[in-house]
Structure formats: structure tokens, C-alpha cells
């Protein structure tokens, strides 16, 4: 695994590849990788002739700076990881390789609907900060395929929308969202979890699966009021539960009985915020 400190000499080292038709994978991460990053790695891998990830912790898309600071950090084992999984290029910037020009003037990105609800609404600004460090990666890596996890299921989307809107070629890739045999979703904060709370946490995929068994057409709200009473008696404090349009992520108060669907959870759990999701219109 070659591994590239400066925006300018990966630009440099991909553009030879490119010239000579070499299909690029690219999988941005925030570091503290577990098997989640992995199977993205491995499945870009699969598919094309070089994989390319990156390790930056975005400070522009924290809006808390106390999520910031404590957000884990593990570089040694992160880079052993990426190379036992075949991993060709890691990309390892500094925050001025990322933002030469500092980060009061970065562009804004009309996401419109999308970032006025979930993930958007509870964290103001967040996914502004998404596209910024997304938009300049992809500007320096120009990947073929960029492999994303379905575990964020909404930055999936404002992401295809930055691609849409920055008339990249890029081909978007989205990848299941791997789970610990318990169900626990696989995230980087669960490292900031002891063990019996990492026990709680599966309150939330048992929250989802319970949505899932439990929807019926027609209106959700009590259906959503029986999971929010359950996690905020388990010790969660619930940012939302929600259902909502799988396609377009608007709000299901009242279902038809035929669109697909997303349930979508955040919460506390102490310090830490957790999300997952589950489609909850298919077979598993
Ligand atoms: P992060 O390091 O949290 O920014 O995540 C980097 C990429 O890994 C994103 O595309 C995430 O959606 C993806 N990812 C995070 N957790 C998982 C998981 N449990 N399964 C699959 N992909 C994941």
C-alpha cells in the first residue's frame, strides 16, 4: 500500500493511472476502521483495479466540537488493516491539504429538502460539511466508483446529490451496513462505549426490527411513540425515530401500504450519539 500525505503527489500518481485506464475505487473514512470499512474495501476490491481510501476526521462536519475531540483515533492499526485488506492507496491529509485556504469560505450546496430533516435538522450544518470534504476528495482522487455504507443512509443521499450537482461522472456504491453478531450496528463511536453499554446499544436494532414487524399501512405515529417510550426507558435520549419514503427520505404519516420504507434512528446513549436504519419494506 503506497500511502500519500499531499493532495498534489496523489493527484500526480492517479493521473498516470487514469491515463492509462486504470478503474479507481475510492473509500472515505474517518479513521477508528472496523470490518464496516473493511467489507466497502473489500467490495471495491471486487470491483475495480485500484481501491483508494482515505483517512480525515472533518472538523467542518461536527457541530459539536466535543464530538470532535473525542472522536477516536487508532492511525496504526487503521493502516495495518487497510493493507491486510488489499487496500492500494491510503490518502492521509492534513487539514491544509484539505483546506488550503482555511475553512471560513468554503462553498455551500443547495441540498434543499434533504438537510432540513433527520440527521439535517439535528445537526445543523453537518452535511454542508459533508460536501465540502467529499467535493475535495473527490476533486483530487476523480474515482470511478466511490463505495459507500448504507449505515449512513442519508449521507448516501446528500452525497448523490453533490455528485449530481457537481456534474461528476462518478458511479456511487452502496454497500450493506455490517453488524456484530448481536446486531449492533459496526460504528466508530461504539469504541467509546464500555461493555455494558455496548450491550444497551442493541436496544436500537431490536427498535428497528420491532418497527419492522409491527408496520401496518395507514397511520405510524403510535407506532413511533411505543419505539421512542421504549428507548427513552432503556436510558436512551432520542434525537428521532422516524419512517419515512426509502427513495426520497420525505416523512410517512400515513402509510399506503406499497412505497418503501426507512426507519431511521438516532440516540444518545450517555455521551454518545448513535444512528442506524433499516429498509423495513423487504425480505430480512
Ligand atoms: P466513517 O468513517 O464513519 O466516516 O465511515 C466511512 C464509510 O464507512 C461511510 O461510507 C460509512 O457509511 C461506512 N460505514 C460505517 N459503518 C459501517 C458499517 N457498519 N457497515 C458498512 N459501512 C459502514
Redesign the pocket.
Known sequence: MILFKKAAELDRYLAGKRQKGIDTGF?????ALHE??I??IRESRANCQLTISSIFVNPTQFNDSHDFEKYPSTIEPDINGLEAAGCDVLFLPSIHEIYPNGTDHLPIYQLGYLETVLEGKFRPGHFQGVCQVVDRLLGIVQPGQLF?????YQ?CMVIKKLVELTNRKTRIII?????EKTGL????RNMRLNSEEKEKALCIYNTLRFLKQELKPGYQEDLKERAVNYLTAEGFRVDYIEIADAGNLELIRNWDGSTPLVALIAAFLNEVRLIDNMILTMES
Request: proline letters at 8%; a positive charge.
Open positions: 473509500v472515505p473514512t474517518m479513521g464496516g470499512h467489507s466497502l459507500l455504507g448504507q449505515k449512513d449521507q454497500c450493506p451496513t455490517l453488524r450496528a459496526m460504528s466508530s
